[in-house]
């Protein structure tokens, strides 16, 4: 069960909408109340009612919102730090984390055309808070979306394995994926990207590089690739 871009300062679907209508593991009824909750209670409660199910609580982080600024709006300025980990470590959860990442000019280029209030997002703001977001995940153990799109089945397994999920249904989930549409992404934008309208993960034809950009601050996206383990 995935909850798909939370955080403890903004999510792009709130934590309430999706435990009611995408996991079903809250009822209507229940939903003010729940609402009402602190975040770190809202996700130990959730996790709590999944594994009642049988089932694992994956939390997507919306972590964009802790580094760049004015992507949640004006609702609350970046604290530079990864908030969830210390949000959930409050409600004595210890998160296994795992980062999926992308070449910097790609993520600039995907900010800015899916997300109408940045389209003027200037490469030196951005170049500053990707450049921060990259140090505090360094630690992390990561995965390549271009990887992944250019060998699902091999990546996926290692995703799977990361987790402790059993990996032998890998192409069953590969194969389903175009369908699943409780979650936000490539999957449920308005304007359908290629890797979301078709129907199995292609590789992309062509990912930008840094110097597609146009005044982008080169030496710093260039070392914050370098830092989640992209060659040059």
Same mark, same amino acid.
């Given at each position: 069960?995935?909850?798909?871009?939370?955080?403890?300062?903004?999510?792009?679907?709130?934590?309430?909408?999706?435990?009611?209508?995408?996991?079903?593991?809250?009822?209507?009824?229940?939903?003010?109340?729940?609402?009402?909750?602190?975040?770190?209670?809202?996700?130990?409660?959730?996790?709590?009612?999944?594994?009642?199910?049988?089932?694992?609580?994956?939390?997507?982080?919306? @972590?964009?919102?802790?580094?760049?600024? %004015?992507?949640?709006?004006? *609702? =609350?300025? #970046?604290?530079?730090? +990864?908030? /969830?980990?210390?949000?959930?470590?409050?409600?004595?959860?210890?998160?296994?984390?795992?980062?999926?990442?992308?070449?910097?000019?790609?993520?600039?280029?995907?900010?800015?055309?899916?997300?109408?209030?940045?389209?003027?997002?200037?490469?030196?703001?951005?170049?500053?808070?990707?450049?921060?977001?990259?140090?505090? @995940?360094?630690?992390?153990?990561?995965? %390549?979306?271009?990887?992944? *799109? =250019?060998? #699902?089945?091999?990546? +996926?397994? /290692?995703?799977?394995?990361?987790?402790?999920?059993?990996?032998?249904?890998?192409?069953?989930?590969?194969?389903?994926?175009?369908?699943?549409?409780?979650?936000?992404?490539?999957?449920?934008?308005?304007?359908?990207?290629?890797?979301?309208?078709?129907?199995?993960?292609?590789?992309?034809?062509?990912?930008?590089?840094? @110097?597609?950009?146009?005044?982008?601050? %080169?030496?710093?996206?260039?070392? =914050?690739?370098?830092?989640?383990?992209?060659?040059?």
């Amino acid at each position: 069960m995935v909850l798909s871009e939370v955080n403890p300062t903004a999510s792009y679907k709130p934590v309430t909408e999706q435990a009611v209508e995408w996991l079903q593991l809250v009822d209507r009824g229940d939903a003010l109340a729940f609402s009402a909750l602190p975040y770190r209670d809202q996700i130990s409660r959730l996790r709590d009612l999944a594994e009642q199910r049988g089932k694992q609580l994956v939390v997507r982080d919306w @972590v964009t919102v802790n580094f760049l600024p %004015h992507c949640a709006g004006d *609702r =609350a300025e #970046p604290s530079g730090q +990864l908030e /969830q980990e210390m949000y959930l470590a409050r409600a004595g959860l210890v998160p296994l984390s795992l980062v999926v990442t992308r070449r910097a000019a790609a993520v600039y280029r995907s900010l800015r055309h899916n997300f109408p209030h940045l389209k003027e997002l200037s490469p030196e703001t951005f170049a500053s808070a990707y450049a921060s977001y990259a140090r505090a @995940v360094a630690h992390l153990p990561r995965v %390549h979306l271009e990887a992944l *799109r =250019a060998d #699902p089945e091999v990546i +996926l397994k /290692q995703i799977l394995g990361h987790f402790g999920f059993d990996a032998s249904d890998s192409s069953a989930i590969l194969g389903n994926f175009h369908l699943f549409r409780s979650c936000t992404g490539n999957t449920a934008l308005r304007e359908s990207s290629e890797s979301a309208s078709s129907k199995v993960i292609i590789p992309a034809v062509r990912e930008p590089s840094i @110097v597609d950009i146009p005044n982008v601050v %080169h030496s710093v996206l260039a070392e =914050a690739d370098r830092v989640l383990g992209y060659g040059t």
